[in-house]
């Protein structure tokens, strides 16, 4: 799967495309202690998600795209 984030770093909203339809989007976005800063189970399929962030410290996250059970993107 082709994965795009974007602006980096991220003032207010977080936009992500991927190449492929997730039917059962699921995202979850740890800091880099582990700890989940945004955590958001999606009502229908998409490409395209708008992730609206509070004020997240500047820092390294990771963010994991799951359709259903099934890890996308990490």
Known sequence: INLKLYPNPVVKELNL???ELIRQPYIVITNISGQKVYEQQFSTAAKR???QLPQLP???YTLRLMD???LKAE
């Open 17 to 19: 495309s991927v190449d």
């Open 68 to 70: 259903g059970k099934e």
């Open 58 to 60: 500047k820092g390294t």
């Open 49 to 51: 998600f708008f992730i």
